[in-house]
């Protein structure tokens, strides 16, 4: 199977959409947000795709992080189409984003994921990530004071 990586394409939001679908299934209209992000230059998103489909996807951002005095990234979403894992396609899209940051000069590259997902953690770690500590995460605007205080 030959598998091109390659930039998000206008023309295949509607399949990076099915992708992000499949995997978070919440019924949730990612199209425009999608498109934010091919257009914003703080934003990579590449795709893998084989005879016109999308079967992966990744998406990192970039921002300048005073603490590390320059540039850094988060991979916000890796995703590999089920029947496609285990094929090195993972593998090649982390490359591709690590490759992207290397050329912009990040100073580190941070990505989450939840402590049970296998898969993901021997993936990062087979390309030298480090644990890093635990995730927080909160909705804003939804915080009860009493929890705060
Ligand atoms: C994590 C994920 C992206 C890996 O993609 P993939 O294309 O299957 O990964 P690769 O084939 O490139 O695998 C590379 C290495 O990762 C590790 N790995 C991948 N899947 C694994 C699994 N199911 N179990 C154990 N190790 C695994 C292995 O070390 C593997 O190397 P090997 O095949 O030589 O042993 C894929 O499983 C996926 O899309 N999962 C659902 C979404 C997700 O959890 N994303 C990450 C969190 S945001």
Redesign the pocket.
């Known amino acids: 199977m030959s598998v091109t990586i390659r930039k998000l394409s206008p023309d295949k939001i509607e399949l990076a959409e099915q992708l992000y679908q499949e995997?978070m299934k919440l019924n949730v209209p990612r199209e425009q947000a999608l498109r934010q992000s091919i257009e914003r230059e703080d934003s990579e998103i590449l795709v893998a795709e084989t005879q016109g489909r999308v079967i992966?996807l990744i998406h990192q951002v970039f921002y300048i992080d005073p603490l590390h005095a320059g540039v850094c990234s988060n991979?916000?979403?890796?995703?590999?189409?089920?029947p496609?894992?285990?094929?090195?396609?993972?593998?090649?899209?982390?490359e591709g984003a690590l490759n992207s940051a290397a050329r912009i000069g990040v100073r580190e590259v941070h990505?989450?994921?939840?402590a049970d997902?296998?898969?993901?953690?021997?993936?990062y770690?087979?390309f030298k990530f480090e644990h890093a500590g635990p995730l927080f995460e909160c909705t804003p605007g939804k915080l009860d004071e009493q929890h705060v205080a």
């Open positions: 995997y992966g991979i916000l979403f890796l995703c590999v189409r089920e496609f894992r285990r094929q090195r396609i993972g593998t090649l899209l982390l990505v989450s994921t939840r997902n296998f898969a993901a953690m021997k993936l770690e087979k």
